[in-house]
């Protein structure tokens, strides 16, 4: 099955700087990759997906990069902000059936 | 916006004793999953739902669970006989489009 691998397992950077979060996956049958944010006691909340056929994927302060070659993905958040601090998960899956989940990556923005 | 909801929040019970955890996933929604998330640990995938039968099952969804669209609204994941190691929270989803899913709040689930 599907294996995806995700670092840094903590982040930490101060207010206005960029994060990056990267992840690898090994079926190369996976064709859609989902991001997660979650805080503390809450739900995961989707926050930017990519599919296979694009390269990039942007959304205001948010964006999402993918080396099909490479099996990696990678989440871009910049001009980070103290609300941005959570539990960010990324995700593979190629038929919407499965998904498989990284380990996760807290992240803490530093006022 | 429509949310998907659980309940309950919060369960706790006996090893051994069977819990019926309650999803109502958006109502346009047509594929339905259960997720499971031990404290600070990743969340993992149990089982899909899809035109009322299993999808896709992980090997974590073994004989004790069941899942259930009882009604046209409801999802539910049942434990039959509960163990310490089930303690968790446990996450229902919905999409629409079989990829885009919608978490619900969770129900934590305590066994003691």
């Known amino acids: 099955g599907e294996n995806v691998e995700q670092h840094p397992s903590t982040l930490s950077v101060q207010e206005g700087d960029s994060a990056v979060i990267k992840c690898t996956y090994s079926?190369?049958?996976?064709?859609?990759f989902p991001w997660y944010k979650q805080e503390l006691g809450k739900r995961p909340q989707l926050i930017i997906d990519?599919?296979?056929?694009?390269g990039e994927k942007k959304d205001q302060r948010i964006a999402v990069t993918l080396n099909k070659t490479a099996k990696h993905f990678s989440l871009h958040i910049t001009e980070t902000q103290p609300e941005d601090s959570a539990v960010y998960f990324c995700?593979?899956?190629?038929?919407?059936?499965?998904?498989?989940f990284g380990t996760g990556t807290s992240l803490t923005v530093i006022p | 916006e429509p949310e998907v909801t659980q309940t309950p929040s919060h369960q706790v019970t006996q090893m051994g004793q069977e819990v019926i955890l309650r999803c109502v996933p958006i109502s346009n929604h047509l594929y339905f999953y259960w997720y499971r998330q031990i404290l600070g640990q990743k969340v993992e995938f149990l089982v899909s739902f899809y035109n009322n039968e299993i999808s896709e099952k992980s090997e974590i969804f073994d004989d004790q669970f069941s899942v259930e669209r009882p009604d046209g609204s409801n999802f539910t994941l049942k434990i039959r006989s509960t163990k310490l190691e089930d303690s968790a929270m446990y996450f229902c989803?919905?999409?629409?489009?079989?990829?885009?899913?919608?978490f619900g709040p969770g129900t934590r689930l305590t066994v003691t």
């Open positions: 990519i599919r296979s056929n694009v």
């Open positions: 079926d190369s049958a996976s064709n859609y």
């Open positions: 989803a919905s999409s629409r489009v079989m990829l885009e899913q919608y």
């Open positions: 995700a593979a899956t190629d038929t919407g059936n499965q998904f498989y």
